[in-house]
């Protein structure tokens, strides 16, 4: 099969590999599309420890079950599915109170240390099968508006962890593909009021025209303070969500961020250099709640699948570009200069067969 093979940082070349073989509890995957997440390109350009080379990355992933393994229940052949890059073990605490994604014996995860999804065929870890990260595609999606779906997922995990819920006011840091996602998502869950902050004029831009958060602050620092108490009564924001990996963003939450207020660190620093210094008395005195978010959950998948499904994310707005398996290169310089919003990759099509 053609693959993607990423065989050290920043270079990555087009090759025939062998074809996965399918193993007892898992299944094979034609892959139809996999979308570009932000840890791909990190991968591709810095590196992660998570992550070994040479390797096919790609994680979020959306295909057709050709081959279905010895004791692997629940799926049939033709089965559109989307794979998502769980890592829990599946047998440690943690994993069984239902918190996959912060498991303490984690497996290699899809499109890290295990093959992903810019290939012609899958094969997922029998754990990522086994804890849910496999789910059905509803009828009414493409295969790409399907694939936004572990983005989405991601997303949730946030949101759950900042307990965003009727009437709250949220403000997003980060107008980036994360941070559109968590306007229409946080106001799935009820929010009364979504600010979207950041820097990228096209993005906010953007977010105007599609997303339509309730206001969009393109002021930053204690400028951006101002405006976001001015637009709270003085009071500040019920839930503050970072989607921008940004020691500054993370450092001026807590100066946005109402009494009890919930704070989530939804975007990574680099590992080396990820001390952010942050105003502890905030904390202790306002009472406000300082959560993290990484991954997701099994059926956090299967939700994110529904919402969109359902229409109350519109996957297609985040698909601004689209590229063959041939233009992974080219793919991963368009979305390292910002040029996208979401791209994906078609590991079977031709150029003229892209979706226009």
């Known amino acids: ?3 993607a093979v990423v065989e050290r940082i920043r270079e990555a070349k087009v090759l ?18 996999c979308a570009i997440c932000g840890s791909d390109l990190r991968i591709f350009t810095t590196g992660d420890p998570r992550a070994t080379f040479p390797r096919i990355i790609g994680h979020e992933i959306a295909g057709t079950v050709v081959e279905i393994g010895k004791e692997t229940k629940g799926f049939g052949v033709g089965d559109r599915v989307c794979v998502a890059p769980g890592h829990g073990c599946g047998d440690c605490k943690y994993c069984k109170n239902g918190m996959e994604n912060i498991c303490i014996n984690p497996k290699p995860s899809v499109g890290y240390a295990s093959s ?9 870890p029998v754990n990522v099968v086994k804890n849910g990260f496999v789910n059905i595609i ?4 493409s295969f790409e508006e399907a694939s936004m779906s572990e983005l989405l997922a991601c997303c949730i995990n946030a949101q759950e962890r900042a307990m965003v819920r009727d009437g709250d006011t949220v403000v997003i840091m980060g107008p980036g593909p994360a941070g559109l996602m968590h306007i229409q998502l946080a106001k799935a869950r009820g929010a009364k009021k979504v600010i979207l902050s950041g820097r990228t004029p ?8 599609k997303f339509k958060p309730d206001l ?6 204690k400028e951006l303070v101002k405006r976001v108490l001015e637009e709270t009564d003085g009071i500040g924001a019920d839930v503050v969500i970072v989607a921008a990996p940004s ?47 990484s991954s997701s959950l ?15 994310i519109k996957a297609s707005y985040y698909i601004t570009h689209r590229f063959i398996l041939e233009e992974f290169n080219e793919a991963f310089a368009a979305v390292e200069r910002k040029e996208t919003v979401k791209a994906i990759i078609f590991p079977w099509k031709a150029k003229e067969e892209l979706p226009s």
């Open 202 to 209: 096209g993005r906010l831009n953007l977010a105007k025209e």
């Open 247 to 293: 020691h500054e963003a993370q450092e001026l939450a807590l100066h946005i961020t109402a009494p009890r207020g919930r704070i989530n660190f939804f975007g990574g620093l680099p590992k080396d250099n990820c001390i952010s210094h942050i105003e502890a008395n905030i904390i202790h005195y306002q009472e406000c709640i300082l959560t993290g978010a």
């Open 1 to 3: 099969m053609k693959a």
């Open 216 to 221: 969009v602050l393109p002021e930053q620092g």
């Open 116 to 124: 992903g999804g810019f290939a012609q065929f899958i094969v997922p």
């Open 138 to 141: 509803p009828e009414n999606l």
């Open 16 to 33: 025939e590999v062998p074809e996965p073989v399918t193993e007892a509890g898992s299944l094979k995957i034609r892959v139809e599309a």
């Open 298 to 312: 099994g059926r956090q998948n299967k939700e994110a699948l529904e919402l969109i499904s359902k229409g109350k």
